[in-house]
C-alpha cells in the first residue's frame, strides 16, 4: 500500500475535506456536461420539470438519431451519485430511451438547465453528528396513464441525530 495524500477525487466524484466533515461534489462532471451539451449560454431553471406536464410514449416528434438523448440521460443518471434532487427527474426522462420524442429530449435539456442553476450542489457528510437510516416503499397498482402499468418506489433516508454524539 502507499499512501497517496489527501482524498481529492473518488470514482469521479470530487471529495472536499471540512474542518467538520466531507462534501461529495460533481461540480466539474456537470460542467463538462454542460459544455459538451452547448447548452452553456442558455438561461438557467429554476425548477425540474413542469408539475402539470405528463410525459407520454407519443408526443411530439420521433427524434431521428436518438443517441444524443440515449448519452444525455445516461450522464444524468451518473449525476445522481451526488445530486440526490434529480433522482426522479431522471427516472422521467430515462422511460424513453428506447424510442425518444423531442419533447422528451426538450425535458432532458429542462433538467440540464436546472443543473446549471445548482452547480455547487452536493453531499455534505458531517463528523459532528450521528446518522440514522430509515426506509420507506410505496405502490400504485396501474397508475400510469400511458401503459396502465404498476409503479413501484423506495425511499431511504439518513437522518442526522446532533444529540446522540452529546450523551
Not at 449560454?41 to 443517441?67: R, Y
Request: net charge negative.
Amino acid at each position: 500500500m502507499k499512501d497517496l495524500g489527501p482524498l481529492n477525487y473518488f470514482l469521479g466524484p470530487q471529495v472536499l475535506s471540512c474542518s467538520d466533515g466531507y462534501y461529495l461534489s460533481q461540480a466539474k462532471y456537470a460542467s463538462n456536461l454542460l459544455a459538451r451539451s452547448g447548452i452553456t449560454n442558455f438561461a438557467t431553471a429554476p425548477t425540474l420539470l413542469d408539475s402539470n406536464g405528463h410525459l407520454t410514449s407519443f408526443d411530439g416528434v420521433p427524434l431521428k438519431d436518438p443517441t444524443l438523448y440515449r448519452q444525455l440521460v445516461g450522464s444524468l443518471i451518473y449525476l445522481t451519485v451526488t445530486r440526490l434532487d434529480i433522482v426522479y427527474a431522471d427516472h422521467i426522462v430515462s422511460q424513453f430511451m428506447s424510442n425518444p420524442y423531442t419533447i422528451h429530449f426538450t425535458a432532458a435539456l429542462h433538467i440540464l438547465r436546472y443543473v446549471k442553476d445548482t452547480l455547487g450542489h452536493g453531499l455534505q457528510f458531517s463528523s459532528k453528528t450521528s446518522l440514522v437510516m430509515s426506509g420507506y416503499s410505496d405502490a400504485d397498482w396501474t397508475g400510469d396513464p400511458t401503459d396502465r402499468q404498476s409503479t413501484t418506489g423506495y425511499c431511504f433516508l439518513f437522518e442526522r441525530f446532533s444529540h446522540l454524539l452529546a450523551e
